[in-house]
């Protein structure tokens, strides 16, 4: 069965940098683009980042461009999610999910406090 587990979130201060890493199996990872989605307490999903099914396209959103790097080691079935200068906002479940699918992990908790 398919499986997706996000690890790597934590509590961090204004202007520090984590790493979410997301690892797969049950499914053949490399066929598939990926994302990663993030809610915060109160609020709908948001879209945060994608990448294409061979890592050669990336995708943003415009609140985390320039801050937020997304890449993925097929070698690894793994995703991951490169956080740097994260802000307040930025708190949220981040989860991974598999694009046009209902596969999804359980999230991490990302907590931007200072």
């Known amino acids: 069965q398919v499986q997706l587990v996000e690890s790597g979130g934590g509590m961090v201060q204004p202007g520090g940098s984590l790493r979410l890493s997301c690892t797969s199996s049950?499914?053949?990872?490399?066929?598939?683009?990926m994302n990663w989605v993030r809610q915060a307490p109160g609020k709908g999903p948001e879209w945060v980042s994608g990448?294409?099914?061979?890592?050669?396209?990336?995708y943003y959103a415009d609140s985390v461009k320039g801050r937020f790097t997304v890449f993925r080691d097929n070698a690894k079935n793994s995703l991951y999610l490169q956080m740097n200068s994260l802000k307040l906002e930025d708190s949220a479940v981040y989860y991974c999910?598999?694009?046009?699918?209902?596969?999804w992990g359980q999230g991490t908790q990302v907590t931007v406090s200072a």
């Open positions: 999910h598999v694009r046009s699918s209902d596969w």
């Open positions: 990448t294409s099914y061979d890592g050669a396209y990336t």
């Open positions: 049950g499914f053949t990872f490399t066929d598939y683009p």
